[in-house]
């Protein structure tokens, strides 16, 4: 079956980076896209963009360019999304999800970025 | 970018009546060369990542019940929930992928 798993919650503070897997299974990794949403603290969702998984391409929606990186290992089917310069209103869930309409969501990996 | 407006932000109804829900986009979602309305639907519970209801604005995901079903064309789309259930309290969202992606502010579900 299919199944997008990502990482743990992390505990950053402030200026410090993260980097959140997703890794896939049950599917051809790179015959759908990849994309990022974001879910701050009692808000909606965020679309940040997604990664095209045959070409590695990564499109960033607006607000989500700089300090958000999009990657991919094809070789064991995993995206990543790294934040750099990380700020206290970067706290939010991250989840990853396929496709577009997004038919599986990774369970989401909770960022903390506190002192 | 394709703004997604839903109105109401939130609505309260009683077990077993109707719930509808509205969705405007800022620009057509409807594509010419197939006909298809590229907007979908989504059911998010505390707690849990979104999970896919309804896409191509009127298509249903296997295994989401009939009680559930989306409308329109266009513009202008409606949720519509047809006998609503205890399990339907939730946070409700749509999303265009015309264009990039684009979400609804959501629409949250309780009972009243």
């Known amino acids: 079956q299919v199944q997008l798993v990502q990482s743990g919650s992390e505990l950053k503070k402030p200026g410090a980076s993260v980097k959140v897997s997703c890794k896939s299974s049950?599917?051809?990794?790179?015959?759908?896209?990849l994309n990022w949403v974001r879910q701050a603290p009692g808000q909606g969702l965020e679309w940040m963009g997604w990664?095209?998984?045959?070409?590695?391409?990564?499109t960033y929606a607006q607000g989500f360019t700089g300090r958000f990186v999009f990657s991919l290992d094809t070789s064991v089917s995993t995206a990543y999304l790294q934040i750099s310069s990380l700020k206290a209103d970067d706290t939010a869930v991250y989840y990853c999800?396929?496709?577009?309409?997004?038919?599986?969501w990774g369970q989401g990996t909770l960022v903390t970025v506190s002192s | 970018d394709i703004v997604m407006t839903q109105s109401p932000d939130s609505l309260a109804v009683s077990l077993g009546e109707r719930a509808t829900i509205n969705c405007k986009s800022s620009?057509?979602?409807?594509?010419?060369?197939?006909?298809?309305?590229?907007l979908a639907w989504y059911q998010q519970k505390p707690g849990q990542p979104p999970k896919l209801l309804i896409y191509?604005?009127?298509t249903r995901e296997s295994g989401v019940p009939d009680r559930f079903s989306g409308s329109g064309s266009g513009t202008d789309f409606t949720l519509t929930i047809s006998s609503l259930q205890a399990e339907d309290v939730a946070v409700y969202y749509c999303?265009?992928?015309?264009?990039?992606?684009?979400f609804g502010q959501g629409t949250k579900v309780e009972i009243k």
């Open positions: 191509w604005a009127s």
């Open positions: 999800a396929r496709g577009g309409p997004f038919d599986y």
């Open positions: 990664i095209n998984t045959n070409t590695g391409n990564p």
């Open positions: 620009q057509s979602v409807l594509y010419s060369s197939d006909n298809n309305n590229y």
């Open positions: 999303q265009q992928y015309y264009s990039t992606r684009t």
């Open positions: 049950g599917y051809s990794f790179t015959s759908y896209t």
